[in-house]
């Protein structure tokens, strides 16, 4: 659900942007809208796949997320790079 939630907040704040409009509330009220057009879509679309792709991708996100930390703190602490 987190990660859901991340990407509507994107879509919504990409979508301000695109129309012109980027005041916070013109932002939240777009993630909203977006958020309500996804689960009107997969409602009406019996789109099952998409918890299946919402699975598959919080594993993929956790190990970038552990990637990037893991750089981030080797280049923050000053270990040299092994290459």
């Avoid at 704040?13 to 012109?20: E, N, P, R, S, V």
């Avoid at 005041?23 to 809208?33: F, G, H, I, N």
């Amino acid at each position: 659900m987190p990660l859901l939630m991340v990407q509507l907040r994107a879509g919504g704040i990409t979508t301000a942007l695109l129309i012109g409009m980027p005041s916070e509330r013109a932002q939240v009220v777009c993630t909203v809208l977006m958020g309500f057009l996804v689960t009107c879509f997969a409602g009406v679309a019996d789109l099952r796949g998409t918890s299946f792709v919402q699975v598959v991708k919080v594993p993929v996100a956790l190990a970038t997320l552990a990637a990037v930390t893991l750089l981030a703190l080797r280049t923050s602490t000053g270990v040299p790079d092994p290459c």
